[in-house]
């Protein structure tokens, strides 16, 4: 497990990879919970004009994959996800904030279960409840 907000440490990580190209900001990464968000671009959006669903699965996946890290038991040497779903509330037009907060639901040796809420900060309102179990993996 890591101390404190490790926020920096992972947007610094995360350049070049789909969460950096999607402009993904965090304010909370540590033990147990993570927040973040993003600012709603053409790049987020489907071709029918709509916030792409996974733009949000982006967002609230990598906030509950973050958390997972700075949350691992000692001696684990990373994790994968086993299993997700999403429920869709809301969207979010161009220009509007979507943000995210994960937390930890279940921390145990080889698994963990994470929750996450995303909410359009611009009108307030939730757009998705996402829940996903992660394997902690082990040296061999």
């Not at 789909?18 to 304010?27: A, D, F, H």
């Not at 299993?83 to 995210?100: D, Q, R, W």
Request: proline residues 3%.
């Amino acid at each position: 497990m890591m101390d404190g907000n490790q926020a920096d440490a992972f947007a610094e990580r995360q350049k070049g990879t789909l969460p950096g190209e999607l402009g993904i900001q965090w304010e909370e990464v540590a033990t147990g919970k993570a927040r973040g968000r993003f600012t709603a671009e053409r790049r987020h959006m489907a071709p029918n004009g709509f916030l792409h669903a996974a733009s949000v699965i982006a967002l609230v996946d990598s906030a509950c994959g973050y958390a997972c890290m700075a949350s691992l038991p000692e001696g684990a040497t990373g994790f994968t996800t086993i299993e997700l779903k999403a429920n869709y509330l809301g969207t979010a037009k161009v220009g509007e904030t979507v943000a995210c907060k994960a937390w930890l639901v279940h921390g145990g040796r080889m698994t963990q279960v994470w929750d996450a809420e995303a909410v359009n900060e611009t009108t307030g309102k939730a757009m998705a409840l996402f829940r996903c179990t992660q394997m902690v993996l082990w040296p061999k």
